[in-house]
């Protein structure tokens, strides 16, 4: 188990909340400690969403709870069935993340009325959000951690991955179950790289130059996510047809495999030139990839053998080609992308290399 920041910051929060309640002489500082763990988040940007959010749900909480008290009472039939319009309501007005701290103002409110029930009913919504607003302090004085970091080493290390089994794949070098065993752990790691992404994403830049800057570094963050994805949408269809492939001619093998080899080489040569590893190669250097269109006339030479046959042998082959053609395009893509960022923003990528994922 890997302790991060939220989890710190969680138990920050709750030792300020608690603190707090008791310096205000409230007599259910627990409920200041509850409401903290429903609002801390991962960025300072979700915790502002969420005290808004979380004071709108706290309010209806409270006034429903002190409507039906004052109104029906508080017989346990009452009080699930305010817990239920609260819930509607919550989803109508599309705060359902709310639910769970709405709930808990309705009920702790509604369990214990008396004839200073309106007074109760105010410190105790007053008790939850000092919770909710110690949870925002603690967002803001606790710096989130980089996920521009997080994100950069996470598409690196999936691509890695990726790369290295497609390496393998070419030269049929592999055991099958691992493969299709990593195969499912990279799908998850895409999954982690669009959390990260979206993290990174809600980030707020406060100045125009590092607004700028970030904005280019989403679009090629978000063109490394698809051309990884790429590369996993062409290992799996390496995996997949194996057999086909074994079934081409030698020679046609050894263009895939060529092909393959200097479209990850340049794959692994951007990642590295995006952190200022590579230099940029200059205009008059020439890309090492084959030719896409030779690659295609030697599956258009194959399909001829096929083509009074209705075998699925050729339909498998087309989808490899193609996917790794489509995948050298990403590649192109993230190629220009990389470069134009560059030339914006000379050896300002701000990656902490030191950071291990």
């Known amino acids: 188990m890997k302790l991060g ?19 205000l002489h409230s007599p259910s500082p627990v409920l200041a400690g509850i409401a903290a763990i429903f609002a801390i988040q991962p960025t300072i940007y979700r915790s502002y969403l969420t005290i808004i959010e979380q004071i709108q749900g706290n309010l209806i909480g409270a006034i429903l709870a002190v409507i039906f008290v004052l109104l029906l009472g508080n017989h346990i039939i009452i009080i699930g069935l305010a817990a239920v319009i609260v819930i509607i309501i919550n989803l109508k007005l599309k705060i359902e993340n ?31 959000m000092i919770g909710v607003f110690s949870a925002f302090v603690v967002n803001l004085v606790f710096l989130p951690p980089k996920y521009e970091n997080k994100l950069y080493f996470k598409i690196t290390g999936t691509t890695e991955e990726i790369i290295r089994w497609i390496r393998l794949s070419t030269r049929h070098d592999f055991d099958h179950n691992m493969l299709k065993s990593d195969i499912e752990k990279l799908k998850d790691n895409l999954i982690k790289i669009e959390q990260f992404y979206l993290m990174y994403k809600e980030e707020r ?27 996993l949408d062409t290992l799996k269809k390496l995996h997949r047809f194996e057999n086909e492939i074994l079934h081409l001619p030698e020679n046609f093998q050894q263009s895939i495999q060529e092909q393959l080899d200097s479209v990850i080489y340049h794959h692994e040569q951007l990642m590295l030139r995006f952190i200022g590893k590579v230099p940029t190669p200059l205009d008059n250097e020439t890309n090492t990839c084959m030719n896409n269109k030779e690659l295609f006339e030697l599956f258009l030479n194959h399909q001829k053998l096929y083509r009074d046959q209705d075998d699925p042998h ?36 701000t990656i902490d290399q030191k950071e291990i994922e």
Not at 13 to 22: G, K, P
Not at 207 to 224: A, D, N
Not at 318 to 331: A, C, F, K, L, R
Request: glycine letters at 4%.
């Open 205 to 231: 830049s406060y100045f125009k130059k590092i607004s700028l800057e970030k904005s280019r570094k989403l679009v090629v963050f978000r063109q490394m996510s698809s051309t990884a994805k790429k590369a």
């Open 98 to 128: 709310t639910i769970g701290l709405s709930l808990v103002t309705l009920i702790s409110i509604m369990e214990t009325p008396g004839i200073d029930f309106i007074p109760f009913a105010g410190i105790r919504f007053s008790t939850i």
């Open 314 to 349: 050729l339909y498998h082959t087309m989808q490899v080609i193609s996917s790794i053609i489509d995948y050298g395009e990403q590649i192109e893509h993230l190629d220009t992308l990389i470069t134009s960022f560059h030339s914006f923003h000379h050896n300002e990528v």
């Open 5 to 23: 920041a939220r989890i710190f910051k969680t138990g920050i929060a709750i030792v300020l909340s608690l603190y707090l309640a008791q310096l």
